[in-house]
């Protein structure tokens, strides 16, 4: 048996305590809508899933904008097309509302989330980032446009 006080009770306790608070953290995560924080230098913008994209382009209410150089394709219906490696400069082509809604993309999700980063800093703070880009955005089933 073991007594409340011996070194193996505390231990057993202190390792259950840890399971328990770790699943607790895991199981909120999976009922949680599937988007990601991600703090940047200055801000913070959400990552979003090509499915919740979709969804959210049913009712469209965001600026939508592909920053991928050169031009490979693009998703519909995309709003502007503004250079990743020019974020900071082309700040004033958002809108001047920083609370607008916005939801950017590029081929990968590299381009894309060095403009959210350089989005953030300049305080905007509804940002949401296609993770994968149009990559991922194709392999989960949906079209791409090409113009050539």
Known sequence: MFSYRSPAFTLAAVCAIAVSLTAA??????????????????GAFREITPDQLAEMLKSKDFVFINVH?????????????LPYDQAAQLVDKLPQDKNAKIVVYCRSGRMSRIAVEEWAKAGYTNLYDLAGGFRAWEDAGYPLITKQ
């Open 25 to 42: 953290v895991w199981f909120a995560g999976c009922g949680s809508s599937g988007t990601t924080t991600t703090t940047a230098p200055g």
């Open 69 to 81: 150089i050169p031009y490979e394709g693009e998703i519909a219906p995309t709003d502007l097309f």
